[in-house]
Every structure is written in structure tokens, then in C-alpha cells.
């Protein structure tokens, strides 16, 4: 039986590094909660953000998509009977 996993786009801003690497726990709604959830200190955020833009540093537009996650239940007594 051919079951699909359900699953959705999302759009939003990501921060990427001067390498290229996108930060994944970045994505956000929108580029300025974006660069918060990297640079958390809100007294110098602005400071630390404008030293990463120089450095390279840029916030990306980006598509994601996200899966939802599907669990399977074992039974305890067929764990510990492949274990032995």
C-alpha cells in the first residue's frame, strides 16, 4: 500500500554565511526575526549584525519544506528477543 507523506512549503528569510552555508535554525517569517534568533542580545544586536555583514554574512529569501514527521510503534518483546 503506497502511503504519501504529507507535506508543506513554507517561505521566509534564512541567514547565510559568508561560505555560502544557510543557518537552518535561522528560518523565520521575516529577516528581522531572522537575524534575532541568531544575534539574541537585543542591546547589541545591531552592532553584532552589521560586523557579520562585513564579514560576509547576508539574510537569504528561501523556500523550505518541511516534513512531517512519521513514527512507527515497535513491540518491547520483539526489541528484546533480535537483541539476544
Known amino acids: 500500500m503506497d ?16 561560505g555560502g552555508v544557510l543557518l537552518g535554525h535561522s528560518y523565520r517569517a521575516t529577516e528581522a526575526e ?3 534568533s541568531v544575534f539574541q542580545n537585543p542591546d547589541h544586536r545591531d552592532a553584532f549584525w552589521q560586523t557579520a555583514q562585513a564579514d560576509g ?3 537569504q529569501f528561501v523556500y523550505a519544506h ?19
Do not use: H, N
Open 66 to 84: 518541511i516534513f512531517t514527521p512519521k513514527f512507527f510503534v515497535t513491540i518491547p518483546s520483539e526489541e528484546k528477543a533480535d537483541a539476544a
Open 57 to 59: 554574512m547576508t539574510v
Open 34 to 36: 531572522a537575524i534575532a
Open 3 to 18: 502511503q504519501r507523506v504529507m507535506s508543506s512549503y513554507s517561505q521566509g528569510y534564512a541567514l547565510c554565511t559568508a
